[in-house]
């Protein structure tokens, strides 16, 4: 299949509907994660963001907005300040709220899929 095309601009004709394999989208570089994006769609008014990520070693985030992400390879250990402790793998998801604190450890090949949102344009990615 052909590298999909984002649609990054929010645009709603019917030929602008982004689809295909994740891995397909386009990347860059994802320093502060230690790893790789790809935006797939992004609102007119940047109020969501459909991405994928790579990401490796560890990282703490207080979170901006709300983000719902699917484990799509790999592992990811989330301890979430004030809550549980968990692992999510393969084919797991999780649903994180914004002012939420997560210290996180990506496993080897950690991969994700995943959906920001908020009332304001989402800067995190």
């Known amino acids: 299949m052909a590298p999909s095309v984002p649609n990054t601009t929010g645009s709603e004709s019917p030929s602008d509907v982004p689809y295909g394999p994740y891995t397909s989208f386009p990347w860059e570089p994802l320093p502060e994660y230690g790893g790789e994006k790809s935006i797939m769609f992004r609102s007119a008014d940047g109020k969501v963001v459909a991405a994928a990520a790579k990401e490796t070693g560890t990282a703490t985030l ?3 907005c709300d983000e719902f992400f699917f484990v799509t390879d790999g592992w990811v250990k989330l301890n979430v300040h004030g809550g549980d402790h968990f692992v999510l793998t393969k084919g797991e998801f999780v649903y994180l709220k914004k002012g939420t ?6 496993g080897p090949g950690f991969m994700n899929v995943a959906v920001f949102m908020d009332n304001e344009p989402v800067t995190l990615l």
């Open 62 to 64: 207080t979170y901006p």
């Open 101 to 106: 604190t997560v210290d996180f450890t990506f």
